[in-house]
């Protein structure tokens, strides 16, 4: 009995964490305000989204906006956790990095990617130059 | 696109109509990095007087707090700033958190509240600086989202950034980290506690606002 209960504990641990991977496609022809409404609903479904490219500095500052108006309102909902990492770091040369940004502005910054997460779920996300830690919430 | 509009109209009639030489001046971070502290040392050093109260509690700021007709001089050039002290921008606020300081729960989910209402008018208040410094604690991680967000905005709007890496008298500090964060712009080690190398903040603070001017 103990034993079973064990398991159904583990298994709704498991069912608690969902990673949606989104590719920039299901973004690409939306503006902010829908890029903003289709992200907070899966952070409120909690979910981690783990989004093909990253968000313009301006939908960055909307989507913390956003969280701040719904802390309080919703139960449980503490705010985002959110990283982005990408390639421009690297050193590139003069020619490359023309090419680099024509490939931006004509594509999008696909070579990126981006990791949204409620906060009840997602602890801290530890960014260093060149990798990303997700640490996750102990319940 | 209506937003950008009014922002746009907003900065052509602000430059147009802008008293010379009054430079509005933001200071933004994340909470606990020193914003208010470096106000406060700024106020001290030119009025000798405090802008607002400072704590170890994250998110002491909680609303805008503005100090008018602050006058620098500095090798015999005045200029007259606003301070803009903001509160901490954050992308999560638990009210869980502040209990560790001693608040009870209905205490401490107020100043949750006010903590997101304060976040939500400093992002508002992005649009009305002429010039700002981020504050960044140099004992901490610098590649956090907030920054990279605060600062990724202020570019986009083309207003001038000055980077102040704090709490440089503690010795975890690492300001070579945050210069490494952010190559691209001017990054100053100070300490707003104990005024350590505030005459090259001031020194740098010049040379951003002669961009504003």
Redesign the interface.
Known sequence: MKKQKQKDKRGKRLSDLTIHFMPFSEIAGKDTIDRIKKIMGLVLDNKIIILQGRL???E??RL??N???L??NIAGF???????ISSENENKSLFNKIRYNIARILVGEQDAITIIGP?SVVKD?????KKVELMLQRK | MLRRIRNFTQRVFSSLFKKRGEIKLGFYGSPNTGKTSLANKICQDFLGEDLGIVSNMPHETRKIQIKEKVILERNGKKIEFKLIDTPGIATKVDFEDFLKYGLNKKEAQLRAKEATQGIIESIKWLDDVDAVIVLIDATMNPYSQVNITIIGNLVARKIPVLIAANKVDLKKADVKKVQGAFPEYTVVGISAKSGENMDVFYEELFKLVKRTI
């Open positions: 313009k500095p301006d960055k500052v913390i906006e969280s701040m108006t802390i309080g503490q705010g985002i956790e959110i990283a982005a906060a996300i530890i960014r260093d130059p």
